[in-house]
């Protein structure tokens, strides 16, 4: 039979070991971002991690999906939970400066408007956005995103903004 000391020996060691890793924890995914067109800001937290589950802060999510609208329509889409973990671990990367968003949730009608768009965009299920960073290489900004293996990444120099999205791992210049 486990004594009461070793009990708590125990549960403390797992503490410790949960809490050294990355994957368990404790902390926001934190985001600093601006909304090119409309200049409008979002800075905080959304998931809260814990030892054993996330909680969602409702609140900061119905924000920062307003944010991340579609502004020709105005209308707004609930944003993948993978993609805002995809990008809060981008901006770790680079925390002293804001995630420009250029492009993020499209009505099919805002999707078929934007030249050269694909019919089959993740930008209308809320799952891809189109980003930059001012006054960072968007070059070092895809190597960044490239290196978190998760989804679609298409860099475009002359525009100067990155895709990223949750869909298969793919790549693509243009």
Do not use: C
Request: aromatic residues 6%; positive net charge.
């Amino acid at each position: 039979m486990l004594s009461r000391r070793h009990f708590l020996q125990g549960i403390s060691a797992a503490g410790f070991t949960a809490l050294a890793s990355p994957a368990l924890a404790i902390g926001n995914l934190d985001l600093n971002i601006i909304r090119q067109r409309t200049n409008e800001v979002f800075q905080g937290g959304v998931v809260r991690k814990g030892l054993f589950k996330q909680r969602v802060d409702t609140d900061a999510l119905q924000r920062l999906n307003h944010l991340m609208r579609d502004i020709r329509a105005d209308v707004m889409h609930d944003m993948d939970m993978d993609l805002i973990q995809l990008i809060s671990r981008i901006q770790q990367q680079i925390p002293d400066r804001p995630l420009l968003i250029t492009s993020a949730y499209r009505t099919p009608a805002t999707n078929r408007a934007i030249r050269g768009s694909a019919r089959g965009s993740l930008h209308m299920q809320g799952k891809a956005l189109d980003i930059r960073v001012p006054g960072f290489s968007t070059r070092k900004l895809r190597e960044i995103a490239r290196a978190e293996n998760d989804g679609g990444i298409g860099w475009y120099p002359k525009r100067d903004f990155i895709h990223v999205d949750t869909g298969e791992r793919r790549d693509w210049v243009r």
